[in-house]
């Protein structure tokens, strides 16, 4: 079965920055439309960033400006830059097959004040 696998969660403090990565078993997930999106403690799962197989990007107001959502080297792997993190952000964070709705296990992100 297809999966998808997160990596590069941790904690950081607020101001820093992380990058997640988001590998797939199959190339057809990542060269299709791909997400990441966050749950925080007692929320609802939110959108983060979204990215299309022709590579246009949609954002959350929320990280506008801080987070840059990309394709990575390697046609399997979709990249989520997070800069100037705050406390706000941190969350689950899953990365997300927009067609074929597969799901990641998730990463943690905390960030500290």
């Known amino acids: 079965q297809a999966q998808l696998v997160e990596s590069g969660g941790g904690l950081v403090q607020a101001g820093g920055s992380l990058r997640l990565s988001c590998t797939a078993s199959r190339s057809i997930f990542s060269i299709n439309a791909m997400g990441w999106y966050r749950q925080a403690p007692g929320k609802q799962r939110e959108l983060v960033a979204t990215?299309?197989?022709?590579?246009?990007?949609n954002y959350a107001d929320s990280v506008t400006g801080r987070f840059t959502i990309s394709r990575g080297n390697t046609r399997n792997t979709v990249n989520l830059q997070m800069n100037s993190l705050k406390p706000e952000d941190t969350a689950i964070y899953y990365c997300?097959?927009?067609?074929?709705?597969?799901w990641g296990q998730g990463t943690q992100v905390t960030v500290s004040s």
């Open positions: 990215i299309t197989g022709g590579g246009v990007t």
């Open positions: 997300h097959s927009e067609l074929f709705d597969v």
